[in-house]
Structures are given as C-alpha cells and as structure tokens.
C-alpha cells in the first residue's frame, strides 16, 4: 500500500535521511523506532510533502506521490497526525475535527465521521466546545488522531503519539491505535521513540539510527535482537 | 562581448557624424540655460506644474520669435527643471544640480516657502538671481540681493483684501484663520493677524495643522466653538483648502469665506466641491477669462488653455510675468552678467502681462525685491473665479 | 469646555477609524497567512481610491456597486500581485519587506504616470448633515463608517463561516497543520493576499470621496493601520477594532487641547506605552 524507495532528505549540505526504504501493506501497522535525530520526522514530512524529497521514490496506492504537495496526498487517502500534535489552538475542538474533513464535500459522511470520533474519544466529546489550546497533553493527542481519522483515510500515520504522556495515557493511545486498525481496516505507519510501546502495537517494525534503516523484521523478532534490547529497550 | 563593443563603436561613429553636420548650425544660437524649481508631484504639485508651464510658454514664445537678443548675441532658451516635492532637502539637492551641474545664472520659479530658504543658500553665494513665488518675509531681505517675489504675497494683500472685506461686509467682526504648520503658513497667518487687528476684527482662532492632512473634523471642530463669522483658509494649498472648506460645511459653517494666500480655485472648488466653494474670497486668486482682467492676461489664459487643456491660475500668470521681466532685463542690460541684470531690474518698471509691474517691498522687507501690480479680489461664484474688486496694494498708491 | 465640544471631538474621531480598522485588518489578515508585512499596503489602498475615482466620479456608476467594483479590482490585483511577486517570499519576512517596498515605489510612480499627480475630486454621494443634541454628524461619514463596519462584519463571517475562511484561520494559526488536513497552502495565500487587498481597496473606495484620489494618498492610511494594529494586537480582529477606535479617541480628543503636529504623534505615543507594557497588543494572543 505504501513504499518507500531509497528515500532520500536533505537541509541544505545535511542528509536528515540517506536511502531510506519502508513499506506497510494493507491493514498492517507498521513501526519505525529510534533516536533522536535519526530521520523519522524528515522521513514522515517527505512521504506527506511537507518537505521535498531530494532522492527516492514514495509510491502509495499504487501512484508516485513523491513530487506532490500535501493537500493532494491528503485527498488521495493518507492522514498524516504530526509531531508535536500541530493542532489549531484558536479553534474549538470541533473546529479542528472539522478541519481534518477539509477536503470532504460528503456533507453527511462527514457528520458520521464526526459523530464516530466523539463516540471513539468521549473526552473529546466533553470538550467539543474548549478550545485546543487550553486541552491537557493527552487531550491534545487524541485530538491529534481525531483529526487525522477525519479525512476517513486509509492509512494513518502517527508521529510520536506517546511523546511526553503520562504511562496511563500512552497504554490509553496504544488501545485507540489498535483499535482503530482493528475496526476501519486501517494501515499505519508509527513512528516512536517509545519502542516498547511501538514493538507492542506493531506487527513489524524499521530501526532507524543516523538517517539509515539499521534493523527490520517482524516485531516479536526485534524485540529479542540485542542491538534493539540494548540501545532501546532499557537492557 | 566583442560583438556589443562592435555595436557600440558603430554608434559612437554615428553620433560623431552627425555631431559633425549639426555643429556649425549651432554656433549661430548660443544657448541660455534657465532653471526651474518646483513641487511636481505630491500635494502641492499643482504649484510645480502652473511654474513649469509660465516658464515653458514665455520659454518657446522667446525661441519662436528667433529667439533672446541680447547684445549682439542671439539665445535660445532651454528651460531644466526638478522637482523637489515640497521638501527642504530635496529643493537643497535640486538647486545644487541646477548650479554646479548645468550651470544656471537664473533660478525662475519655486514655490514652497521652507524649500525657498534651501534654494536661497545655494543661490546667494554664488549670485544666482533667484525668482519665486513663495510667502513669507524671510525669503526676501538685504543679505539676499540676488532673490525675487514674482508674484503678490500675504503681506501685501492682507490689508487691502480686508480693508475691503471690512467696507463691503460690515457684518464679519470675528475671523478665524487656518494655515498649514509651516514658514508659509505662519507668515501668512501673522500677516492676516496682523491686518486684522489693524482694521479692528476680533482674531477668533489661528490655527495651524500639518501638511498632508485629510480629516480637518477635529481641528475645524476647534475652530467653529470660537464662532467666527468668517473663515480665512489663509494659506492651504488647494486640494486642503478644498478639504477644509467642504469639511467646514459638512460642520455647520455657513458664514463668508477668504483665502488671503489662495491660488487655482479651479482646483479648489472640483475638491470642496460647487456648495462649499461658493463664496470664497480671494486677493490673490484671478480669473483669466473676466472681463476684468487685462487682455493680455485673457489671452495668456487662452494659449495656456490651448496647450494644456486646463485653467491656469495665479502662479501660471505670475512665472509667466517673471520669465518676461527677466529676459527683458537681461535685453535692457546687454548682458548676461547677473550684475548687470539686477541693474536693470530696479532700474525702471515693466511692461507686463499685469500690466504695469514695479519692483518694491522696502518698507517690509527692507529691499526692492517684491514685484508689485494690482490686487485683485475674486469671488467663487457657482464653481466659476468672478473677478469683482480691484484694489491696489498699500505700497504701489504711493 | 463644554461637554457638547468633548463628545463631538470624540465623534470626530470615532468618524473614519473604522475605515482605517479595514486597512489595518487587511494588513493583519495577510501577515497572519503569508507572515510577511506588506509595505505596498497603502498602494491598493489608493488602487481602490482610484476605481472610485473613475468608475463613479467619471462613469457615473451607483456609489455602493462602485465600492464593490473597487473591492473585487484591488482583490483581483492583490491575487496578481501575490503569485507574480510574493509567493515565494511567505514567510521570509526580510526579503519581502525589501520587495514591498519596491513594489510601493513601482505603484506610486505608475499611478503618477497613469493617473497623473494632482488629487482628483470625487464628489460626495451623499451631503447633509445630521444634528443630534447639538452635535453635528455628517450623513457621508455616516455611511461610510457603517460601510466599514458592514465589511468588517462580512470579513469576520467570511473567516468564522465559509470553507476558504476556515482555510484561512488555519493557516493563520499552523501552516504544515493545515497543509496535512488538505488545505492547499498556495490558493489560501493568494486568497488571502487578495482579500487583504480588497480591504484596503474597499476603505480607498471609502474615503475618496471623503478627501480626493492622489498616488501618494496610500501612506497615511498606512501609517495609522500599523498603530492600529501595534496597539490592538497583530492578527486579531477585534483587537484592531478595539485599536481603531482608541487611535480615533486619542486623535479626536488630542485636536481639542493640543496643536496638530502634537496630534500626530500621539498615536506613535501610543504604540510605544503598549510596546511597554503589552508588547503583544492589548487582545493579541500568543
């Protein structure tokens, strides 16, 4: 469904990612794990169109997207929920749902949509009316996700969803991603520092160090790799 | 590259050629340059403008009739122009070109009181005779010889003009004057100030507001809870007079209006619009195509129409008039030499497109540099400049 | 002093500022989106003046559609103006304040050679004057003043209710986010380019026949929507109408007690105490 080939990124002279290759089939959660500054991000921005890709090839649903701005990615079936979370602090919550259906003309699908996302998120329901920016970190997040489900995508991909949550509410996010999978039959691409959490929910994962995919296989197999024990799974 | 230093050898040569044939034509016509100054763009610009054309149509009157004759020398005229848009600096920088650059003995035409003083210290010293059409007493005085008025200013104009307002209008005992905030401004306020007490008004407000403003609610609003009989735009350019006077009855003023400095009404009134214009008084105003104005003033107005499909006011006429005093003296004096010119400028009066014209001022300036002719008051009637008084200014009955 | 004189000192400010509130706002609403300052501001401002001046004042057409053709023109022109010239610079503040300022040099010398420099009168659509308890209104104003606020009005429905003006505020508030929701970031900036333009060409078409048309006629509207928008905080609207009318208070009641050229630098007074104390303006958020 998604391929990455020899996916290249660099800021002026700096290569952020050099060569990097990932799919995810259909369905399939799929996890990229690794430090700080190893390329995730800039790997996620190029496939969305954030940023220009300087090499490679990102094919999703069949179509080179490589050269394409995000609004058209976006239409095409692929919801990106961002680092950081990004949301719109000056609009309510239902605002923001609102946005992520942007470009839906669907009146009443859309109604649905949104109609299942509170019903998915009942805090989110509680709060329709506050606006994102006074929403705790965990709110935050899970508005993060609502939004992106908004588009009605077919695959969603989720930028460090656990970042700074507390261990009950990043188990709390593990559940609404599988569950999300479960139900809509949606792929996903995680990417995580938190890799005991990533290699929990997904069925293969990428380990990415410096730019480079250093390990791949299924996620049962790295977590018994020593490399990923050591460096990430705290010995 | 060797093929654009090929073209530009090819047109070097071309240029040479016909350097070559048009050089001997020339040596007959000596010419005379002649500088003008003035604001060409922004607020005033139409002072600019009405300076550059007087001189341009003296200018060509001049060439066309063979061109200026003096001593065994025939000229012809070229006319170098800049603007400096109303502001001191700009006149500074412009007066320096027009003097070290193209050379220029005569400076005929500015306006703009504050670029006049700028003007001046690059003229003086280097005895540029030097003819505006600026206000204020400061522009003209002993230690600046080689500086002229050409045209009628508030001090000469003030008492005559309510003198007569004080005659025919018996009923104005309070006048309020608004002026811009500057050298020109002021002088003009002082002078109506000054004639007013004089003739026993009652001065009701004297106010200033800056150059360039639009909104004169706040101001006028000021004004008006004086209760004056009578409004002075005294020395507002124009497009601002015309805003103040339409602003004014938008207030509720409806008394009679003046415009002791004022010049192109017709500009006046298309911004003030026909209602808020009828009525305004003016000693400085003229209407060409009166029957009271002298007929080489209508005929003047009429070529002037002619060519640049408008109305010319006061300052058209006047750098007109300068333009010809000047190239006369010059004639009279047999001499480029601007010693020899200011001789004969105060020497005897002219014979101008006012009529007869005289230099004079001593007795407010101190020198003989203020051409002086007839005040006539205008009134604006139905959009149109009617001429309806003359009167003469206090030094020319002597 | 009497209390008549204060309040219309006061009217008198109140008079135009919300003229000047949609210059201002049009100056926000495209820093917000394209996060450049747009120095040209006062140039479309004077575009509008100028359609006024030939579509009603020449052509005689009706005064209200008049002011609708100068909104769409000035729009259409900003549109224009933005994918030949600024699209690239969003979000390079520098390099686009260099271009806007030679692009206000471009159009002020145009307008000089394709207008002409003198102001052209654009008469009144509307005369008399209102008198309420001794106080003075002019009916022009009048209308004026409620044509801006319809605007403003308008402006503020277009951003809360329509799908472009939702695109609008979410890219005011985060570009990539927006981008990642399908928003297509370079249709809304030019968008918004253009009806930030509009704006400013809908007060031009406001005030010409208010004062005249002139080609520099676009720096004073300009320098009082930068106040406005210092004053009541960069990208908020009601912090500009809130500005708006403090500028007009301070201006109007200034006039009364104090000289014009202190006048005008009361507004600059202004600035500086909320620089002071509130360097975000006084209802700018974060």
């Known amino acids: 469904m998604l391929e990455l080939t020899d996916l290249r990124v660099h800021y002026g002279n700096v290569a952020a990612v050099d060569g990097v290759s990932v799919t995810v089939e259909e369905g399939e959660i799929v996890a990229i794990i690794g430090p700080n500054g190893a390329g995730k991000t800039s790997t996620l921005r190029a496939l969305s169109g954030l940023v220009r890709a300087s090499g490679g090839r990102v094919v999703f649903r069949g179509v080179d997207i490589s050269r394409w701005r995000p609004h058209r990615i976006v239409a095409l079936g692929l919801s990106h929920a961002p680092e950081g979370r990004r949301l719109f602090p000056q609009m309510t919550v239902i605002e923001n749902l609102r946005m992520g259906a942007y470009r839906r003309r669907d009146g009443l699908a859309i109604e649905r949509s949104l109609a299942e996302v509170l019903e998915r998120f009942p805090r989110l329901a509680e709060r329709r009316r506050q606006l994102a920016g006074t929403l705790s970190g965990g709110e935050q997040q899970m508005l993060t996700i609502g939004r992106a489900l908004m588009s009605d995508p077919t695959m969603l991909v989720l930028d460090e969803p656990s970042f700074g949550l507390a261990p009950l509410i990043v188990r709390e996010i593990r559940t609404i991603v599988e569950s999300i999978n479960r139900d809509r039959k949606v792929a996903v691409l995680l990417v995580e520092q938190n890799a005991r959490m990533a290699l929990a929910v997904a069925a293969r994962a990428y380990v990415m160090e410096t730019g480079r995919i250093v390990l791949s296989g299924p996620a049962a197999a790295l977590r018994e790799s020593p490399h990923v024990k050591a460096a990430y799974l705290g010995g | 590259m060797r093929i654009r230093g090929g073209i530009a050898a090819v047109v070097m040569m071309a240029l040479a050629a016909t350097a070559g044939t048009t050089t001997p034509g020339a040596a007959q016509d000596k010419t005379l340059t002649i500088g003008v100054l003035g604001p060409l763009s922004g607020g005033a610009a139409s002072y600019g403008v009405e300076l550059v054309r007087g001189a341009e149509m003296r200018a060509e009157e001049i060439n066309k009739g063979g061109g200026l004759k003096v001593g065994s020398d025939v000229y012809r005229i070229k006319l170098v122009s800049y603007d400096h848009k109303a502001l001191a600096a700009d006149a500074a920088t412009a007066a320096n070109k027009l003097v070290f650059q193209d050379k220029v003995k005569y400076i005929i035409g500015n306006a703009v009181g504050a670029t006049c003083n700028a003007v001046q210290t690059v003229t003086e010293p280097e005895k540029v005779l030097f003819s505006f059409v600026c206000w204020g007493t400061s522009n003209l005085g002993p230690d600046k010889p080689h500086s002229f008025r050409a045209m009628l200013s508030q001090w000469e104009v003030a008492e005559p003009f309510y003198r007569w307002v004080k005659e025919k209008h018996p009923q104005v005992k309070r006048v309020a004057a608004i002026s811009p905030n500057d050298t020109s401004g002021k002088d003009t306020n002082t002078a109506v100030v000054k004639a007013l007490k004089g003739l026993g008004f009652e001065v009701a407000a004297d106010e200033y507001y800056e150059r360039g403003t639009k909104d004169f609610y706040p101001i006028l609003t000021k004004i008006l809870a004086t209760k004056p009989d009578m409004l002075d735009v005294a020395a507002a350019p124009p497009g601002e007079a015309g805003l103040i006077l339409k602003q004014a009855r938008e207030l509720g003023f409806k008394g009679p209006k003046g415009w002791t400095a004022g010049v192109n009404p017709v500009t006046l009134v298309s911004i003030a619009g026909k209602e808020a214009a009828e009525g305004v008084w003016s000693p400085a105003n003229i209407n060409v195509k009166s029957d009271f104005v002298s007929a080489t003033v209508r005929r003047f107005g009429e070529e002037y129409e002619k060519r640049y499909k408008e109305v010319p006011g006061v300052i058209a006429v006047a750098n007109y008039a300068a333009f010809d005093v000047f190239t006369k003296a010059m004639q009279d004096a047999r001499s480029l030499d601007t010693d020899k010119v200011l001789a004969a400028l105060t020497q005897k009066p002219f014979d101008t497109v006012w009529g007869r014209l005289v230099l004079g001022g001593k007795e407010t300036y101190g020198i003989d540099r203020q051409f002086l002719y007839p005040v006539v008051i205008s009134e604006i009637r139905d959009g149109k400049v009617v001429d309806i008084a003359q009167v003469l200014p206090a030094a020319l009955k002597k | ?286």
Not at chain 3, 38 to 61: D, P, Q, R, S
Not at chain 3, 96 to 112: N, T, Y
Request: charged share 10%.
């Open chain 3, 1 to 286: 002093m009497s209390i008549d004189l204060l309040v219309q000192a006061l009217l008198n400010g109140f008079g135009l500022a919300m003229v000047y509130v949609l210059v201002a706002l049009g100056l926000t609403l495209i820093f917000s989106i394209l996060e450049i300052i747009n120095f040209a501001h006062g140039e479309f401002y004077m575009l509008g003046g100028y359609v006024t001046y030939y579509a009603y004042a020449l052509f005689g057409l009706n005064y209200f559609a008049t002011l609708g053709l100068a909104i769409l023109t000035v729009g259409l022109a900003g549109v224009v103006a933005e994918r030949l010239i600024f699209h690239d610079l969003r979000g390079k503040a520098l390099n686009a304040f260099i271009v806007s300022l030679g692009l206000l040099w471009v159009m002020q010398a145009g307008a000089q050679l394709a207008f002409g420099v003198l102001d052209k009168p654009v008469p009144s659509a509307f005369s008399g004057i209102v008198r309420v308890l001794g106080l003075v209104i002019s009916v022009e104003r009048l209308v004026v003043t409620l044509s801006a606020i319809v605007l403003i009005v308008a402006l503020y429905l277009f951003l809360r209710l329509s799908r472009p003006g939702r695109a609008m505020r979410a890219v005011a508030q985060d570009a990539d986010a927006a981008a990642l929701q399908g928003v297509n970031i370079e249709a809304v900036a030019a968008l918004g380019f253009g009806v930030g333009c509009a704006l400013a060409g809908g007060a031009g078409g406001l005030l010409a026949p208010v004062f005249a048309v002139s080609p520099a006629m676009g720096a004073l509207p300009v320098v009082k929507a930068f106040i406005i928008i210092i004053v009541g905080g960069m990208g908020s609207l009601p912090g500009a109408v809130l500005g708006g009318l403090l500028l007009g208070g301070v201006e109007g009641l200034g006039a009364l007690f104090m000289g014009s050229a202190a006048v005008n630098i009361l507004g600059f007074l202004m600035v500086i105490a909320v620089l002071l104390v509130r360097p975000r303006g006084l209802v700018g958020g974060a």
